[in-house]
Structures are given as structure tokens and as C-alpha cells.
């Protein structure tokens, strides 16, 4: 039997040692059981949180994003065409026009970021989640229709009526007409059938809509071409090789991935995150920090334990594998009860949806668990851990054992 670790589990367990010792490494194993627990939960919300914003964006995302590197136009002579039409890995693309407009129904306006999406691309399945009102289609017989987002509707105050719809006239200024106050020629304009309502996030909600690419090329003059290009892939695995080959044979034009397009949401998010993350792991240091008082303790409470070990022949490394066995128990032991109940907690949030989130686009708190926050919680667990016991196990018993 190894006797250090047979004295370290008495000095921790025994009923007949019951003292205030004992209180401050309950109290430590407490902390730090807390501490952990509370890692894994706030790290497994912000995993969640962070899976939704992906989800909401990524939902409607092309796979490579394709910018003119000058001017706002990608004409429809580009070379990037004829790449386009000879990848196979390629599954369609679409031209984007995006322009601002007025928007008018009966005597109200508003200004709207217009989208224009090629309708043979356009793939309503994505929208039916998203859809307040209407069935998403842009196109009923032969009349065009627009889709509002759920802030631009409600100011517009447009009533859906699917028996009878309502038309919203949309306005653009011509680019070949001289503008004036009094020429009201200069100014385009086209009635489109309303069609429905989405909500996406409060950005895109507040500001945009969305109609078919032609009726948009008409209306905001654009001779075919596009503000921007969306890529769809075949498999997402191909992204950087594509978008790199792309890129080598088209100077004159920016590409990017989903996730570069969308940057600062992903750098806030992920700065959040972190932020959260270096404040407890402060909390734990805190925490730790009780354990290496509690080891202090308690070798000084044991000073005539140690003089009666080294009587009995135990040389000074068996002494500080005692005391250094006691600190790891307490750090370990408070550690993994700390994952285990933050795992449970989560586990239950995501069985029974318990967290409630009122007047919000979520119904509950979405809680996602990566094992790489485990193993990462883990190795920051165990080394502070090792540290806080060691300190005193080993500094504080080679003072005692000289003097």
C-alpha cells in the first residue's frame, strides 16, 4: 500500500478529525466545484446562442460571396461567367442586385434596401420557417411580387390579403434621366403584387425586401448585371479550393466565404464568448486559491504528524506526496462534481427546455455541448489544480522539514 496516499485520503475523510481545517477544504472543494460547474454551463449557452446566429444566417448564405474589387457593378461580360458555367463542383449561382428604393402604400413610404434573387435559384423551402404571412413565392401568374420584412410591413402597414392582395408601388431613380424636382420621369416605378412577410433578424427585418432579379434589373437599370454573385456548392468541403481557384483567375473581383462576409457578427460573438470565459477562469483562480490555504493549514496543524512520519523512517518526498495528494483530491474531486452537475444542468435544459425566454425569437435557452470545451475545461482544471497543491505541499513542508 502506497502510504501517502493512505494518509492524504485519512487526513481528508476521517469522521474523527472533524475541525475547521476540514470546513475550509469543504469549503474549497465547494468553490470549486461551483466554479466548474458554472464553466461549462455559460460555455455551453454561449454555444447554443452562437449556434443560433449561425443557424439564421447561414440558413439563407450562399456558400462563396463574389464582390466587384472597384465600381458597384459586376457586368454581365465578365469572365467570371464562363468559370462559373465550366465547375462542375459548382451547384448554381445566383446574380444579387441590391439597391435602395421607396416603397409606397396608399400614402405611406419608406425607404427599403431592395434584394433582387434569381427566381430559378430561389429556394423556397429555406423561407417557410421564416414566413409570417403569405407563401413566400415571388411570382403569381404573370404578375410580380415583393417581399417585406416584418419591420418594413409594419411601418408600410400593408394588410396581407391573399383573396384580394394589395399592390406596392416601388420607386427608384433612373441613372439615364435627368433628375428634377418637376420631372417626375426620372424617377422609376413598378407596381408589385404584396406577397407576404418574413422575419429573419431584426437587421434584415427592419430594412429589407425582397423581389426577383428581373423585375429589379428593370427597375434600378442595371443592364443584367449585379452588385454581387452567390455560389452555391455541391459540397461544402470544396469552399476555399474553389474559392482560391476563383480568385487566381479573376483579379478584378473579391470573393468571400459566408463566414468572412459575416465577420463582425462571428468576432463579436466569439469575443463575447471568451470574455465570459476569462472572467471565470478568474473566478476559479479565486477559488483555487482556497485550497492552497487550506493545505497550508493544514500542514501546520499536522507539524507533530510530520516529526512522528519522519521518526517512523519516511523521507521528505513520501511527506510532500501527502499533502500534495490531499490538495489534488480536493481540486479533483471539486472539478469533475463541478462538470458532472454543469453536464446534468445542461443535459435538463436541453430535455426539458426549462430556461423559458419570453417576448423573444427563441422559446427557451439553446444549450449546445462541445467536447472541446470539455477537454479544454478540463486541462485548465487540472493544471490549476496541480498547481494550487503543489505550492504549499512542496515549498511550505521543505521549510517546515529544515527547520
Known amino acids: 500500500m502506497n502510504i501517502s496516499n493512505f494518509i492524504s485520503k485519512r487526513y481528508l475523510f476521517s469522521k474523527k478529525s472533524r475541525n475547521v481545517i476540514n470546513l475550509i477544504s469543504l469549503i474549497s472543494l465547494t468553490g470549486l466545484l461551483v466554479s466548474a460547474a458554472s464553466l461549462i454551463v455559460i460555455l455551453s449557452g454561449f454555444n447554443g446562442i452562437q449556434k443560433y446566429v449561425e443557424d439564421v444566417y447561414e440558413k439563407f448564405s450562399a456558400s462563396i460571396y463574389v464582390y466587384p474589387k472597384t465600381g458597384k457593378l459586376i457586368n454581365q461580360t465578365d469572365s467570371i461567367f464562363f468559370y462559373l458555367n465550366n465547375q462542375k463542383k459548382i451547384k448554381y449561382f445566383s446574380k444579387v442586385i441590391e439597391q435602395t428604393a421607396l416603397l409606397k402604400f396608399e400614402n405611406r413610404w419608406v425607404t427599403s434596401t431592395i434584394k433582387g434573387v434569381d427566381s430559378n435559384t ?176 493544514l500542514i501546520i496543524d499536522k507539524k507533530k504528524d510530520i516529526k512522528s512520519l519522519i521518526a517512523l523512517g519516511c523521507n521528505s518526498n513520501t511527506i510532500k506526496n501527502i499533502f500534495l495528494k490531499e490538495g489534488l483530491m480536493i481540486s479533483y474531486f471539486g472539478s469533475m462534481g463541478g462538470l458532472i452537475i454543469g453536464l446534468f444542468i445542461c443535459f435538463i435544459q436541453m430535455k426539458f427546455h426549462l430556461l423559458k425566454l419570453e417576448n423573444s425569437a427563441l422559446e427557451y435557452w439553446p444549450v449546445v455541448i462541445k467536447s472541446k470545451d470539455i477537454l479544454m475545461l478540463l486541462i485548465i482544471l487540472f493544471t490549476m489544480g496541480f498547481i494550487s497543491s503543489y505550492i504549499p505541499a512542496r515549498i511550505l513542508v521543505r521549510r517546515i522539514l529544515k527547520n
Open 122 to 297: 430561389y429556394n423556397l423551402k429555406n423561407w417557410s420557417s421564416n414566413l409570417l404571412e403569405g407563401n413566400g413565392e415571388l411570382y403569381t401568374k404573370t404578375q410580380p411580387k415583393i417581399l417585406l420584412g416584418y419591420g418594413i410591413q409594419n411601418e408600410l402597414q400593408v394588410p396581407y390579403n391573399k383573396d384580394s392582395p394589395n399592390e406596392i408601388k416601388i420607386f427608384s431613380i433612373s441613372k439615364t434621366k435627368k433628375i428634377s424636382m418637376q420631372n417626375r420621369s426620372s424617377l422609376n416605378k413598378k407596381n408589385l403584387i404584396f406577397g407576404g412577410t418574413y422575419t429573419i433578424n431584426p437587421e434584415l427585418d427592419f430594412s429589407s425586401a425582397i423581389i426577383d432579379y428581373s423585375v429589379a434589373n428593370k427597375v434600378f437599370e442595371m443592364k443584367n448585371g449585379a452588385n454581387y454573385l452567390e455560389i452555391f456548392l455541391k459540397n461544402k468541403k470544396d469552399i476555399f479550393n474553389i474559392k482560391y481557384e476563383l480568385a487566381a483567375n479573376n483579379k478584378k473581383l473579391l470573393f468571400k466565404t459566408h463566414r468572412e462576409n459575416n465577420q463582425l457578427i462571428y468576432a463579436a460573438s466569439d469575443a463575447e464568448k471568451w470574455i465570459v470565459l476569462a472572467v471565470l477562469i478568474f473566478v476559479l483562480t479565486l477559488s483555487s486559491f482556497t485550497v492552497v490555504a487550506s493545505i497550508t493549514m
